[in-house]
């Protein structure tokens, strides 16, 4: 019982870290555009934003399971 509780904060801080990384990418590639105009520079943070995106979705299929919770 015990186990399943950390276990529940360790996804829930995972998902939040991912869902602040997802927000930055967002805020980077604005200011990209602002400082640069479109630019390959674009790719970086839309790489790492699709990444962010599987990860929370990976994270709320686990969190589904009775196993983590």
Known sequence: MKG????????TFMMIAAMVALFFCGYFVG????K???NWLFAIPITIAM???NIIWALMEMGKSGRWG
């Open 51 to 53: 990444l962010m995106f």
């Open 4 to 11: 399943s509780i950390y276990m529940t904060f360790a996804l």
């Open 31 to 34: 200011v990209i555009k602002e």
């Open 36 to 38: 640069y105009g479109k």
